[in-house]
């Protein structure tokens, strides 16, 4: 069982404009934190490299669990906001292999996807976690603006929120 006071650690599967402009500046302001420290990030080419955090490039036809089985040994979270017709097998590739997995929306594009994605949830329910930042993202400000978020919330005194 891992402590809840302890760092995570965590790979990113995908830096493209996902990763640039939602889930990047977030997750320095972690790292910043010590609230998490980013392993490595994971992309198709030398483009997604992120300047000062280790990179690989994943070749085609190549499992994820296969490309990270060194970092195993470290418990990493591995956070897979990558194409979306890649989410639910290369989260069924992970959780199989023992990795703690957080999937960006679409988690699947199709009928038989969703029903390998419940399938997973239902046999890996500590390894795998469904993440959704958009109505959060959409809908603060919103709710700011007509007065429904207190005036000491963490959204309005916590710098970098």
Excluded: W
Excluded at 39 to 66: D, W
Excluded at 76 to 105: C, N, Q, W, Y
Excluded at 133 to 139: A, E, I, P, Q, V
């Amino acid at each position: 069982m891992i402590s809840p006071n302890r760092k995570k650690s965590l790979i990113i599967v995908g830096t493209g404009d996902y990763y640039r402009r939602i889930v990047g500046p977030s997750l320095t302001q972690l790292e910043k934190e010590r609230h998490i420290k980013i392993l490595a990030t994971v992309s198709r080419s030398k483009a997604g490299e992120i300047e000062g955090i280790y990179h690989r490039i994943r070749p085609a036809n190549t499992p994820l669990s296969q490309l990270l089985a060194d970092f195993k040994k470290r418990d990493p979270i591995i956070l897979l906001g990558h194409s979306s017709e890649l989410h639910t097998d290369d989260a069924r590739d992970l959780v199989r292999a023992g990795f703690r997995v957080m999937l960006e929306k679409p988690y699947c594009i199709d009928t038989a996807q969703l029903r390998t994605m419940r399938t997973l949830i239902q046999h890996y329910p500590q390894k795998i976690v469904l993440l959704e930042y958009y109505l959060m993202m959409k809908t603060i400000p919103l709710l700011q603006t007509v007065g429904k978020i207190r005036k000491n919330s963490f959204y309005i005194t916590k710098k970098g929120i």
